[in-house]
């Protein structure tokens, strides 16, 4: 087992990239199962949660990762008010709940990679996945899709036949780059979701 992951990048269609410059697409996988929140993983879930109260969570969207989200979420036509950016997404759900409750392995994974470093990781399962990865067109919206057709919306939930479910034993992890985020934290938000992960039970 090597110590970091293979972090890859994905095709970003032509018209895509030509209309949205700096739009790119990082995936990684990893050998892994759903399972219970271990203890480790509930106390850093917790110990987050602790750090993001109502004024903190309320100044994330002037910060500059999550900023870029609702920039490109704009020039996309999503109302990041009514489409939450993966950070204040999680923002929202911690003010809803007080905290952030366990939802099993693979969830907390992606949220903590998501707090941590303003990325959205998205889980799929790999073995599902037709070819790589990819951001394309369809219906004049971006989706990421595979060589078989859609995977996710572009900020989505995975379509049914992609999703992780407990027959999983294999995780690609995709984040959507925004135009003007440091690849740098691209990278660290899979890097975190995939270490968590392969850790042994």
Do not use: C, N
Request: aromatic share 4%; glycine share 8%.
């Amino acid at each position: 087992m090597t110590g970091e992951p293979d972090v890859r990048r994905g095709l970003v269609a032509a018209e895509i990239a030509a209309e949205h410059p700096g739009l790119w697409l990082a995936w990684t996988d990893v050998a892994a199962a759903p399972a219970r929140t271990p203890p480790e993983l509930r106390d850093r879930l917790r110990s987050l949660a602790d750090r993001m109260r109502g004024a903190q969570a309320i100044a994330l969207r002037s910060r500059d990762v999550p900023h870029a989200y609702r920039v490109f979420f704009r020039h996309v036509g999503l109302d990041p008010d009514v489409v939450r950016t993966p950070v204040e997404a999680v923002a929202v759900r911690r003010m809803a709940e007080g905290g952030l409750r366990p939802r099993g392995l693979v969830d907390d994974a992606l949220t903590i990679a998501v707090l941590e470093t303003g990325i959205g990781v998205r889980a799929l399962d790999a073995d599902r996945v037709v070819g790589a990865p990819a951001l394309r067109l369809e219906g004049g919206a971006i989706v990421l899709a595979d060589e078989d057709g859609r995977l996710a919306a572009l900020f989505g939930d995975p379509v049914e036949r992609a999703a992780v479910t407990k027959a999983t034993r294999r995780i690609a992890l995709v984040a959507v780059a925004v135009p003007h985020v440091p690849d740098v934290f691209v990278e660290e938000a899979l890097w975190t979701a995939w270490d968590i992960l392969r850790a042994p039970a």
